[in-house]
């Protein structure tokens, strides 16, 4: 049986590898680019898998004062639609990055 020092020690390497795994995940999420799109690509957002935005393109026919509502809630919509697919880009590598670590799915770990 080990010791508790071994134990407390196995703990602590266990918990710098979880840590280091998590920032190169990070690093990881921040350079995976998703698009979201709305008004069928008259505006779309661009952004990485951490949230992070990248960019905004916007048709030139919603340049008009009459269109600065829909404008507007165009790019609101594409923005959600981005976070959306940031969202799940980044679901799937925490789930790929916890089973290569063999903790079992669903285990939410701090920070996750």
């Known amino acids: 049986m080990k010791s508790m020092e071994e134990m407390i020690k196995a703990a602590q390497q ?3 590898t979880i840590s280091k795994q998590m920032e190169e995940s990070q690093t990881k999420l921040d350079g995976i680019e998703v698009e979201g799109r709305a008004g069928g690509g ?3 957002v661009r952004a990485t898998a951490k949230g992070r935005i990248i960019g905004v393109a916007i048709d030139e026919s919603l340049l ?3 269109e600065k ?3 507007e809630d165009l790019i609101a919509a594409a923005f959600n ?3 959306a697919k ?3 880009v980044a679901g799937r590598e925490m789930a790929s990055m ?3 670590m ?3 799915p669903g285990f939410k770990l701090p920070g996750m």
Request: negative net charge.
């Open 14 to 16: 266990a918990a710098e």
């Open 42 to 44: 008259l505006v779309s």
């Open 64 to 66: 008009q004062p009459s």
């Open 69 to 71: 509502g829909i404008l």
């Open 81 to 83: 639609d981005a976070r």
């Open 86 to 88: 940031a969202d799940e």
């Open 98 to 100: 916890q089973q290569g």
């Open 102 to 104: 063999g903790l079992p």
